[in-house]
């Protein structure tokens, strides 16, 4: 019998704890009374089954459950749902973490990993810089300006701001070859490989069409906010063999309780992740250090067969704390820095003072 | 210019609350300091703007932001990557309501609508009884089995359960035209029209090739989670003209970031839905009364020219509440109830009970 063993967090008195990890460890499987189940093969193999429940404070527990993989089958929308679909709705209740002692659904994982994203960039070690283009609501010329600034300084990875999806005032079919030209333009001028990831967004139909815009330019990555396309589409993209790096986003990711690690180092990166932004700590997001180190060590952690994917935090940083986060992260990591360097009296000798930066630190 | 008038809910001290709000008006729109916001039409036409604050409580103020529509274009991903993507990461925010005075943003809203839904079911007026096929692990035939059982005691709405995606025990391919037929069959015996609502999962593809699985065997409506799929994907299929009504449910929504009378009732319907299911007060799932009512008045609440959405509270209801829901929500309500019939003694009883006691409210 395969099993995931998925750890939560519940609030709950002594008293309480055994009967409520027995209801969760039924709702996150057969999802009715055990009276209703009278198959069994399904009562054996696939009600969820509480395996130990150790307190984690007062009246705070931390159950484990073992859910069975075949109610996941290959599919990444369905992992999350397996694994907190309905008890999202529930209070009391964190996803904290999984464990996949019988071996991984069968997800794809990052294709390219931080091998793959370090050759793509021409960067064989040390940390990245990455930057970001913004404002939303610039045309199509000034954002492929920027983006020419940026590759020019050295910004070895440029992405649009989450916000650019298909706006009017940029569209995806007119911004992305535009801004690739641009930044193409600066690498035939400084021998360097800077590449721009554009924000896949929207339904089938559209994602289908802005790839193909991605493959006639030559782009060198994409992002995908994973809950906004959804993780399964995300999934399916990257399963189906797309061939250009996957940079994931976690845009709206705050709505649900499950504990970051999991879901940007972890989930992010079986839906296909080779590169994964999150919020870093002192910046505007509240996120504190140790979470911050354990998304980083998630993302890189050992994962069955598949490669490691590359910690982007973000948010609020200055390139004054590159050497701090290099040393706080260690050197696989790339270092998103966007508004900062735009809202500096000198863009470009911000955005080189940042690459500067970056370079000084443990590429020897 | 065209905006949106978003409110959030932002924990915060008096002193505090200006610069805060300010600064979400920023998050939710250019997200970068002012000081490179260098375009005048950005800053006129796209930076978000601060419209009122006013107290909510000691330390807690609701803001209500003003967001450029053309940052959402006609992406339902967009419009709650715009309404709460990075805020979503902020603790101290929580997204309230949206209002449409300038029009809502293109997206399809439901096509069939309460009426639709209605004429699909033959049933003109009154509540509506729902149930659902679990609990996974079954294999088909004991699926189409329980199908054929809920509809011979005229169950209206026999969807899914949401954990059924496409496992090995029972194949989407497979499932769905058994379930459809055995629903047929009872429908032929008892002259009913119960309809079945097989569970869409999955990427592209994947829902490319069960949407045609269902056209082929006459399937009569389709459930999603707008969350797993990812709110694009299905907002695309409802503007593509999926020719079968939406049933949302409500998997991964975590707890109250969003306020759920907006994300099920308004942006669930937004994005295509027709029925809509939330969780219910007084079952497993702890929301109180005052908040499932104002999903239940949001989902029917007038909304541009889109038609309403069905209401559907569920999660752990048991027949005896009928009465009590029918009065508190009104007819225009499906109840669904899973499974409290499934564990019952004799369930063949308490589904012809359960319908009973529906078709006694509000159906003269």
Redesign the interface.
Known sequence: MTRMHVTYRIDATPMQIEARAR?LAI?Q?????????R?A??RD???GRVMDIVPAGENVFEARIGL?L??V?D????L???L???S?????VRLEAVDWPDGLPALPGPRFGIDGVRERLGIPRGPIACSAL?????DVE?LAALAYLQARAGIALIKD???L?????APFARRVPAIQAAVARANAETGRRSVYAPNL????????AQVQVCRDHGVGAVMM?P???????????VA?GLDMPVLAH????????IAPALLYGTLFRLFGADMVIF?NFGG???DDARRCHAIAEAARAPLGALPPALPVPAGGLSPDRVPELVDFYGPDVALLI???L???ED?EAAMRHFVDAVEQQGRT
């Open positions: 209801a709702e499987s057969v999802e009715c009374p055990m009276g209703a189940v198959d093969r399904v193999a696939v009600v069975a075949e109610t089958g599919d990444a929308g369905q999350l749902n397996m907190f679909g309905n999202s709705l529930q209070p009391d913004k404002p939303q609501g610039m000034a701001d989450h916000g999806a298909d706006p009017v005032s967004n929207g339904g089938a139909r559209k994602l289908q906010c809950l906004l396309v959804g993780p399964s589409t995300m999934a399916e993209w189906d976690p845009a709206l990711a705050g709505v649900g309780r919020p505007r997001f509240a966007g508004g900062s735009l809202a500096a863009p």
